[in-house]
C-alpha cells in the first residue's frame, strides 16, 4: 500500500508539473504524451514478444515523434493559410499509420530479417497503444481552442477517479466478480464505484468552471444543461476507461503477463496507468468534437 501510494505522488506531481508547463507551451504537454507513447509501446513491445514475432523496435521508438512531427502539420497550415485550410492533425497521425506500414512492407522485400509476423505486431502497437494516446494531441491543441482547458483535464481526472474509486470500493465492498475470466481481483462493486468516482470528477471540473478557477470554463448552455453534459461526460468516460482497462487485462492474460512494466511500484508499467485513460481520451475527444461541429457549448 506504501509503495502504490508514493507511486499515486510521483504520478500526480508529473502531472501538475506538465501542466504547469502547459501554461508556458503546450509542447511542453505534447512532449509527455509523446514520452508515454514511446514507453507504453515500448512496453507492449516487451509483452507481445512473449506470444508474437518481435515487433521492431525502431518503428515502436520512432512512431510517436513523427506522429507529433505530422500533428503539427495541422497548426503550420492553419498559421500561413489561415484556418480554413487548416488540416486535422489526427488524420494526418491516422494516415502516417498507413503509410509506416507500406514503408515496412517495401523494407521487408529488402531485408529477410523482418517477416509479415514482426510487421503485424509492430502494426498492433502503433495502433494500440500509440495511436490511441495520439488523440491527447488533438485534446491539447484543438480541443482547446474550442472549450478552454476542460476537456483535457476531464480526461486524467475522470480516469484517475474512475480507478482510485473502483479500487477503494472493491476492496471495501468486494462481492461478485465483474470478468473473472478476464480480470478475477475487479468486483461490480468496484465497477460501479468507479462510475460514481468519474460523475465526480466530471462534476468537480464543472464546479471549477463555475467559480472561475484558472482557465476552467463551463459549457455555454444552461446550468440544467451543463450537469447532464458533464454527468454523461463522467459516466461513459469511466466506462471507457474500464473497457480500456479490461481490453489491457485480455492481453495481459494472452501473454501470460501480470503487469505491463515496474516503473510504478504497487501500480505496474506505463501502459497499467495509460490503459484506461487512452479509450477515455478518444471518448472524450469524439464528444466535444461532436458539440464543437453542432456548434454547441463551445466558449
Not at 488524420?91 to 512492407?105: H, N, P, Q, R
Not at 485534446?139 to 474550442?146: P, Q, R, V, Y
Not at 462493486?189 to 460514481?196: A, E, N, Q, R, V
Request: with cysteine; hydrophobic share 55%; charged share 10%.
Amino acid at each position: 500500500m506504501k509503495k502504490r501510494i508514493l507511486s499515486s505522488l510521483i504520478i500526480l506531481i508529473v502531472l501538475v508539473s506538465a501542466f504547469l508547463l502547459r501554461e508556458v507551451h503546450t509542447l511542453f504537454f505534447d512532449l509527455l504524451i509523446v514520452g508515454l507513447m514511446i514507453m507504453a509501446g515500448a512496453e507492449m513491445a516487451k509483452a507481445l514478444s512473449n506470444k508474437m514475432p518481435n515487433p521492431i523496435l525502431p518503428v515502436v521508438v520512432l512512431f510517436p515523434v513523427m506522429a507529433y512531427a505530422v500533428f503539427s502539420v495541422s497548426a503550420f497550415s492553419a498559421n500561413i493559410f489561415g484556418t480554413d485550410w487548416r488540416i486535422d492533425g489526427l488524420a494526418l497521425v491516422f494516415l502516417l499509420v498507413g503509410v509506416t506500414f507500406l514503408g515496412m512492407m517495401i523494407v521487408s522485400f529488402f531485408k529477410k530479417s523482418i517477416e509479415m509476423g514482426n510487421i503485424l505486431s509492430t502494426l498492433f502497437i502503433i495502433i494500440y497503444p500509440q495511436s490511441l494516446l495520439a488523440c491527447i494531441f488533438a485534446i491539447n491543441n484543438t480541443l482547446d481552442n474550442w472549450f478552454s482547458l476542460v476537456p483535457l483535464v476531464m480526461v486524467f481526472a475522470v480516469s484517475v477517479f474512475s480507478d482510485t474509486f473502483a479500487y477503494l470500493v472493491g476492496i471495501t465492498i468486494r462481492g461478485p466478480k465483474l470478468a473473472p475470466q478476464i480480470s478475477p481481483k475487479k468486483t461490480i462493486s468496484g465497477s460501479i464505484g468507479g462510475l460514481f468516482g468519474g460523475i465526480i470528477a466530471s462534476l468537480l471540473i464543472m464546479m471549477l468552471g463555475y467559480l472561475k478557477v484558472a482557465d476552467f470554463t463551463v459549457l455555454d448552455l444552461p446550468l440544467a444543461l451543463n450537469y447532464i453534459n458533464f454527468i454523461i461526460l463522467g459516466f461513459f468516460g469511466s466506462v471507457f476507461t474500464q473497457i480500456g482497462d479490461l481490453v489491457a487485462s485480455v492481453i495481459k492474460r494472452s501473454v501470460n503477463i501480470k503487469d505491463y512494466g515496474s516503473i510504478f511500484p504497487g501500480h505496474g508499467g506505463i501502459m497499467d496507468r495509460c490503459d484506461g485513460l487512452m479509450f477515455n481520451g478518444l471518448f472524450i475527444y469524439t464528444y466535444f468534437l461532436i458539440m464543437h461541429i453542432f456548434s454547441i457549448g463551445a466558449v
